[in-house]
């Protein structure tokens, strides 16, 4: 008979050789997806879309400067009569985010008849992101619509598609060979908005998926809006005189750490913690997990504090959150200025492929300085929805619990 010791060893040992094995595997490649771009998608030349699948050309950007935006929402009917008129639905899928419209061709909103792009704009704006199913664009139209909305924003570490001349796309791309490892990262580390490490980070977003996984590969939205509404005003103000950091080292390592190419040198840029949105005038909470590393000026344990709740509050909250199950042809446009997304890795080894093209935006403007240029006051999205719908705004809690018993 063998030595108990024997055994009390082999237990003892298993969980440690799982642990090697999966340090083993990080370095071998698999890694966060979200700052570890898989490399190059070859083999499968027959797979209809194998033209857009990721490319990584060794290829030197200069670094992105500060220009001029105008965003096309200041332009929309704040009725938005031109796109209802010519949607057959749409329909609002939670009460603070989210909206689905059909009936609408997106191909349809040629030079000439785009009386009701800047309507989206406005939608995305007040609605954060807008879904649209069963469109036939393809990435050139796609890229034509974006256009419309600014200048278009170049990624440095991600993929573009083979197919050239197409280097302001984005690619999402995930199939059997890329299984994203859960030692790697937290499921709540993949919240982020958009690249807000640029300077001048990205506005009105489109997504088109071109591959959908039979199911699973859902992504959630969450609203910076309806966070910051939720705060206390002693806390909304507080958080209004503060700015954050937002970093692209970590994203431009984890590139690095896969042996690719960064076409633009990382940048760290700092940005109020809440900004204002330049067509509503509405105030949002802008940190994310992704890219938002210290709020500046505070203690490092009060800087923490803060953005671990804020970090908690947009990735927890469901009332805050819309979720999209996606199908082939379905387009997303969100507004990265008040909203962050996650993406679930539910559908291995099934096959997800995206196209993202994005226009910058605007600097992030903070409160004071939005309030300075336009001489207006910012608002709360709750408080101005309510007065929309002829509803007084609550009184602000007094913290006194009345206790109950039961009453059976």
Known sequence: MAPATTTETRTTT?????????????????????????????????????????????????????????????FADPEKKALFSAAQKVKHLTPVIGTEVTGIDLRQLTPAQKDELPDSALLVAERGVVFFRDQELNIHEQLELARYLGPLHKHATTGVPREPGLEEVHVVYNNVANRPNPVAFAKSDLWHSDVSYEIQPPSTTFLKVITSPEYGGDTLWTSGYALYSSLSPGFQKYLEGLAALHSAVAQAEGARAQGLHVRREPVE?????????????????????????????????????????????????????????????????WDNRVVTHSATFDFWPQTRHALRTTPHGEKPESVADYERRT??????????IWKKQGIEPPQADTGVVKVRGYND
């Open 14 to 74: 298993a969980p440690a050789k799982r642990i090697v094995a999966e340090l083993k595997s990080l370095e071998s490649g698999l890694v966060n997806p979200f700052y570890s771009p898989s490399a190059d998608s070859t083999g499968d030349d027959e797979y209809k879309y194998a033209n857009f699948k990721p490319h990584f050309p060794v290829v030197n950007w200069e670094p992105l400067t500060e220009q001029e935006v105008t965003d096309r929402g200041l």
């Open 375 to 384: 001489g207006k006051v910012a608002k709360d999205y709750q408080t101005e």
């Open 269 to 333: 840029n700092i940005h109020p913690v809440v900004r204002v949105h330049p067509v509503t005038g509405w105030k949002s909470i802008y940190v994310n997990k992704g890219f938002t590393r210290r709020i500046v000026g505070v203690p490092k344990a009060e800087s923490d504090a803060i953005l671990q709740f804020l970090f908690l509050q947009l990735s927890e909250n469901v009332d805050f959150q819309v979720r999209f199950r996606w199908e082939t042809n379905s387009v997303a446009i």
